[in-house]
């Protein structure tokens, strides 16, 4: 009974920026880990960054130094800042969320996708 909802999705030129945000809400007694997917078409989807409860992140080599992961957990939102986008960004964009409903359940929760698209 959880929603996560992504915002933030458009058309951008290269070097453009984009900031994506994801809202959780519903049946949550606690989040652990956040996170965004992305897929191109015809690719596989693949892990674009995590934040984890405490603030920990991972980022994928190929946005490394341009892309930001944070998140506000009083608010159960997870951002993406995304600078220096290039056309090969350009995919629908996935929120990813560990969801606790109990103190003893878990389980992955998604959001619906926003593209993003970069072209000149």
């Known amino acids: 009974q959880v929603q996560l909802v992504e915002s933030g999705g458009g058309l951008v030129q290269p070097g453009g920026s984009l900031r994506l945000s994801c809202g959780a809400s519903g049946n949550i007694f606690s989040i652990d880990a956040m996170g965004w997917y992305r897929q191109a078409p015809g690719k596989q989807r693949e892990l674009v960054a995590t934040?984890?409860?405490?603030?920990?992140?991972k980022y994928v080599d190929s946005v490394k130094g341009r892309f930001t992961i944070s998140r506000d957990n009083a608010k159960n939102t997870v951002y993406l800042q995304m600078n220096s986008l290039k056309p090969e960004d350009t995919a629908v964009y996935y929120c990813n969320a560990n969801i606790s409903p109990t103190i003893w359940d878990t389980y992955d929760a998604w959001g619906q996708g926003t593209q993003v698209t970069v072209s000149s």
């Open positions: 934040v984890t409860s405490g603030g920990s992140t």
